[in-house]
């Protein structure tokens, strides 16, 4: 049974790495495995004498299943199943009595660790999990080497690991970066940030995050911050309260990924950058006008928008071409439909006001001007706390609150264009982003925003922001300096450091732990087969198959000499003195050479034999290695010198050899 100390070490590492995994495990179960804890840390400090009994425990096992089966369809399969074993570490930290439970429990424990590192997967999270691990491994080598010295294991436990660093960094590299070939159970839905529909709210809620949601370094020249417009998902459904993406452009995208992808006319001038996206359990990608995709694992789509062929179920790098002076100037007779239609019924007020602008604004030009020009008369403010409007939210905004969100001012133009006549959608996404080192621009949840497209005849769908015209500072400053006068930036995150960027180390703090964060999703979380191929393209000239080949077998053989390494620094050394090393080899040789030595015979009969049937230049040899073991075995110490002795083998190979010609 493993020690106290190594039972202590087991138990913090359980309790570490599930206390981490506190979002995603339920209440209840959490706690019960700190009552756990507790119980076999009293039992290895003997303030407590005696477990649970098993019957308890069974029935406590069996409570736990019932509950958990009851809440478990709320919280997903994986989630599900990531509770029920944590339940089964926490009954088997209280019944741990034997090395077969030390062990089970030891690769629970890392099980669970490395599905915390499917949930978290930042810089800060890895360091975490992996001194969880190291101090898992040290826990079990101590186990199975109880009488080492803690200086000892702790030595060979760093030898292990610098072996293991190399290999793994190989293998991250030469193997092959597949796409995952199923979707992990319950990753269907959006873990933060946009979601599939838009509710005048939602918004407001998103930007009181100051969670990174992409990253995006360009090639050459940053684009001016009016340009920042990063699209998202585009919703043409509005049935009075709110927007949603229409179930024709979800078939529309599922056929694009097994069909030729859509290509838009594109021309001008243009950004390429590379993007790294953040996990959010969609397939949402985001983009400036007009964007084309050069990665293969990114879909493009007649709604101007890119996705990815599988869920973000962690952090994806891929690369773009904006071509920012193209227009949008392409969309079907349906397109146009689409984005004509309206409720049935609901929003009496702004029907009759639409009616009212339509006849005194002929053209579509006008039209607009003058929804625009009745935000910027009325005295609009833009906020983060608007009020909550259930009912006939278009006239509650437009004629009685007239304070809300960019979702608002968006949704209500939408709406307003479209009652009269002209083809308007919602496009959600982000804008802005705060400049990094070089020409790199992070993009956060309060970067999120919303505004409209109107469809001209002669220049396609053309971008309008109602929010720019309430809110100017929005557009030219950001969300911190637009909402400043009500001081609701990141209220729910009070103790974030993008709320400091006035102390002047704080903030040094931030961008440093911002550029690491990058790197580490750049080239170790969002690695993919792009970036395998550009490290191959950079040792070779090209990534050709016989190169990647070649970089294959290279790698697996540096992996193979390594291992032969640690292997051969740790073959078992011979705890065999001097003296008998060397005598038990002179024994080999002579046997080799036909002095076969019986299983009944001692050293002195051996001799004897020697004596009489060698030649004397074998014999003689033979005889002062005989004495160095016989005055080893019984005065304790050698008569000759390591030195000495490998000459005198040497000699007797030789005399051997010389008799025998």
């Given at each position: 049974m493993a020690s106290n100390r190594q039972q202590l070490l087991l138990t913090c590492c359980l309790l570490l790495s599930c206390i981490a995994l506190f979002d995603v495990l339920l209440i209840w179960v959490s706690g019960l495995l700190i009552i756990s804890g507790i119980i076999r840390i009293s039992l290895l400090r003997h303030t407590q004498k005696h477990t649970i009994t098993q019957r308890t425990l069974n029935l406590l096992a069996v409570l736990s299943l019932v509950v958990l089966f009851w809440y478990g369809w709320q919280i997903g399969l994986m989630n599900s199943m990531l509770n029920l074993l944590v339940l089964a570490c926490a009954f088997k930290l209280i019944k741990l009595e034997n090395h077969k439970d030390f062990l089970q429990l030891s690769l629970s424990t890392l099980f669970i660790i490395a599905c915390g590192f499917m949930f978290y997967q930042q810089i800060i999270a890895v360091v975490f999990y992996s001194l969880l691990v190291i101090a898992l491994l040290f826990a079990l080598q101590s186990h199975f080497q109880p009488n080492r010295t803690l200086p000892d294991l702790s030595t060979e436990l760093i030898k292990q690991i610098s072996f293991a660093i190399p290999v793994s960094l190989l293998l991250f590299i030469a193997l092959p970066h597949l796409p995952p070939l199923w979707q992990m159970p319950g990753m269907n839905q959006a873990q933060s940030g946009l979601s599939d529909t838009l509710n005048p709210g939602d918004l407001s809620r998103v930007a009181q995050s100051a969670e990174l949601a992409f990253s995006a370094e360009f090639q050459q020249k940053l684009p001016t911050r009016t340009q920042l417009y990063w699209r998202a998902q585009v919703m043409e459904v509005f049935n009075g309260k709110q927007w949603s993406r229409h179930p024709y452009r979800l078939r529309?995208?599922?056929?694009?990924?097994?069909?030729?992808?859509?290509?838009?006319?594109?021309?001008?001038?243009?950004?390429?950058?590379?993007?790294?996206?953040?996990?959010?359990?969609?397939?949402?990608?985001?983009?400036?006008?007009?964007?084309?995709?050069?990665?293969?694992?990114?879909?493009?789509?007649?709604?101007?928008?890119?996705?990815?062929?599988?869920?973000?179920?962690?952090?994806?790098?891929?690369?773009?071409?904006?071509?920012?002076?193209?227009?949008?100037?392409?969309?079907?007779?349906?397109?146009?439909?689409?984005?004509?239609?309206?409720?049935?019924?609901?929003?009496?007020?702004?029907?009759?006001?639409?009616?009212q602008l339509a006849a005194n604004n002929p053209t579509v030009q006008q039209k607009i001007r003058a929804v625009l020009q009745y935000y910027k008369q009325q005295s609009f403010v833009y906020s983060l706390q608007p009020d909550v409007m259930p009912d006939n939210m278009v006239d509650t905004f437009l004629f009685e609150k007239k304070k809300g969100f960019c979702a608002h001012y968006a949704a209500s133009m939408a709406y307003l264009l479209r009652l009269m006549g002209i083809p308007a959608r919602v496009v959600t996404g982000y804008m802005g982003g705060e400049n990094q080192s070089g020409n790199r621009i992070n993009v956060y949840q309060f970067d999120a925003h919303a505004w409209v497209e109107a469809w001209h005849e002669d220049k396609g769908w053309v971008r309008y922001d109602p929010t720019a015209v309430v809110s100017p500072e929005r557009l030219l400053y950001g969300l911190e300096q637009a909402v400043a006068y009500e001081n609701s930036f990141l209220t729910e995150q009070p103790f974030s450091l993008m709320k400091f960027k006035s102390v002047r180390w704080l903030n040094q703090l931030?961008?440093?732990?911002?550029?690491?964060?990058?790197?580490?999703?750049?080239?170790?979380?969002?690695?993919?087969?792009?970036?395998?191929?550009?490290?191959?393209?950079?040792?070779?000239?090209?990534?050709?198959?016989?190169?990647?080949?070649?970089?294959?077998?290279?790698?697996?053989?540096?992996?193979?000499?390594?291992?032969?390494?640690?292997?051969?620094?740790?073959?078992?050394?011979?705890?065999?003195?001097?003296?008998?090393?060397?005598?038990?080899?002179?024994?080999?040789?002579?046997?080799?050479?036909?002095?076969?030595?019986?299983?009944?015979?001692?050293?002195?009969?051996?001799?004897?034999?020697?004596?009489?049937?060698?030649?004397?230049?074998?014999?003689?040899?033979?005889?002062?290695?005989?004495?160095?073991?016989?005055?080893?075995?019984?005065?304790?110490?050698?008569?000759?010198?390591?030195?000495?002795?490998?000459?005198?083998?040497?000699?007797?190979?030789?005399?051997?050899?010389?008799?025998?010609?």
């Open positions: 529309q995208q599922q056929q694009l990924q097994f069909s030729q992808h859509y290509n838009p006319r594109v021309f001008g001038e243009h950004y390429r950058y590379s993007v790294v996206a953040q996990p959010t359990g969609m397939n949402l990608l985001y983009a400036l006008d007009v964007a084309t995709p050069v990665s293969d694992d990114v879909i493009a789509n007649p709604s101007y928008q890119l996705t990815s062929k599988f869920p973000l179920v962690s952090t994806i790098s891929y690369e773009v071409i904006s071509w920012y002076q193209t227009p949008l100037d392409q969309a079907s007779s349906f397109d146009l439909v689409l984005n004509l239609q309206l409720p049935p019924n609901g929003n009496p007020r702004a029907r009759a006001f639409a009616k931030r961008l440093a732990f911002a550029q690491m964060d990058y790197w580490w999703n750049s080239w170790v979380v969002g690695f993919n087969q792009r970036q395998q191929l550009s490290i191959i393209s950079a040792i070779f000239g090209s990534a050709t198959l016989t190169n990647i080949g070649l970089f294959t077998l290279g790698a697996l053989g540096i992996i193979l000499f390594i291992v032969a390494v640690y292997i051969w620094k740790n073959k078992p050394k011979s705890t065999s003195p001097v003296a008998v090393k060397y005598y038990l080899h002179a024994l080999k040789i002579l046997k080799k050479h036909g002095y076969q030595r019986q299983y009944s015979q001692g050293p002195e009969d051996y001799y004897q034999q020697i004596k009489t049937s060698s030649p004397l230049p074998v014999f003689n040899v033979f005889k002062r290695l005989h004495n160095n073991y016989m005055h080893y075995q019984y005065a304790g110490k050698p008569s000759m010198s390591p030195k000495r002795l490998k000459a005198e083998l040497k000699q007797l190979k030789h005399v051997l050899r010389t008799s025998q010609s």
